[in-house]
């Protein structure tokens, strides 16, 4: 079976905190992306890695950066957590733009 | 950018039939459905790549325009496990490989 997995499910973080969120995917994919999900909201893209050390803004980068220094890791980083940064966050993979993406189960994060 | 999905949410009875809209304002690359239930991942439906396409399995269908602007994803008779959110997924023409998705329409069917 193929997975994508998400380091934690929930995390609770204080503000101003430093943040990490790790995804691992084990399909030895090209592409990986890390999405934010709130309600009414949909999945909105935040970072997108086509390769190693390879990257490219989405939709909502603002306030988030990413690491993929190995094929099968995608890091998001939340230089200085918020409370509006509270959200469930999504990790998917891809092997190329034509095949279907892969999702982890998720990391609800609370910033208190 | 964000492709639009309409209907926004829906309720439906058992056997009932539902259509699903995705649009962008580009040429498309490709488009992709997903379905997502309650605490859950989203999970795979279908991808489509070529104007004018049209595939599917079961009940469940999806048909892409020859101007590769638009999507429709078409539930038929449908079932209590179809209830979820549909999420359409795009990739523009010419651009990256960035896979953005629209807001999703809630579907809900009852016995």
């Known amino acids: 079976d193929v997975k994508v997995t998400q380091s934690s499910r929930y995390l609770v973080k204080r503000t101003g905190e430093k943040v990490f969120l790790e995804c691992v995917q084990d399909m030895d994919h090209e592409n990986m992306f890390w999405y934010r999900q709130d309600p009414g909201l949909g999945l909105r893209l935040i970072y997108f890695?086509?390769?190693?050390?390879?990257?490219e803004k989405g939709d909502i980068p603002e306030g988030y950066s990413v690491s993929r220094e190995k094929k099968e890791r995608f890091s998001l980083i939340l230089e200085s957590a918020s409370t509006n940064q509270t959200s469930m966050y999504l990790c998917?993979?891809?092997?190329?733009?034509?095949?279907?993406?892969?999702f982890g189960q998720g990391t609800r994060l609370t910033v208190v | 950018q964000q492709p639009v999905q309409s209907p926004q949410a829906v309720i439906l009875r058992e056997g009932e039939d539902a259509v699903i809209n995705c649009s962008s304002s580009?040429?498309?690359?490709?488009v992709h459905w997903y379905r997502q239930k309650h605490g859950e991942a989203p999970v795979f439906l279908m991808i489509?790549?070529?104007?004018?396409e049209q595939k599917g399995h079961d009940k469940i269908s999806a048909s892409f325009n020859e101007k590769k602007q638009q999507s429709s994803l078409y539930l038929t008779a449908s079932q209590l496990s179809y209830s979820g959110t549909y999420f359409c997924?795009?990739?523009?023409?010419?651009?990256?490989?960035?896979?953005?998705f629209g807001k999703g329409m809630k579907l809900t069917v009852n016995p």
């Open positions: 489509l790549l070529k104007g004018g």
């Open positions: 998917a993979s891809s092997l190329w733009e034509y095949t279907e993406a892969f």
């Open positions: 580009k040429a498309l690359y490709s």
């Open positions: 890695s086509y390769d190693v050390k390879m990257k």
């Open positions: 997924g795009t990739i523009t023409q010419g651009g990256s490989e960035k896979l953005v």
